[in-house]
């Protein structure tokens, strides 16, 4: 929605989900697949190819 244009900018790269709000859409470059197409995972995967784990701190 587009109350997330405010959160695209502090995190340096965002990438919105293809099924984004089209105001989100037109505002940020990097689009990656729907949520039910695991965008989120993918970008993920791309970005940590080793994997990544929580710390238990």
């Known amino acids: ?3 997330d ?3 695209s900018g502090w995190a340096g790269m ?3 989900v293809a099924s ?4 989100v859409l037109d505002a940020v470059a990097q689009v990656t697949l729907s949520l ?3 965008g989120v995972a993918r970008v993920m995967e791309r970005h940590f190819p080793g ?3 929580v710390s238990s701190r």
């Open 51 to 53: 994997g990544w784990r």
């Open 20 to 23: 984004a709000h089209p105001s």
């Open 14 to 16: 965002p990438y919105v």
């Open 1 to 3: 929605m587009p109350n």
């Open 36 to 38: 039910a197409g695991d």
């Open 5 to 7: 244009l405010p959160m």
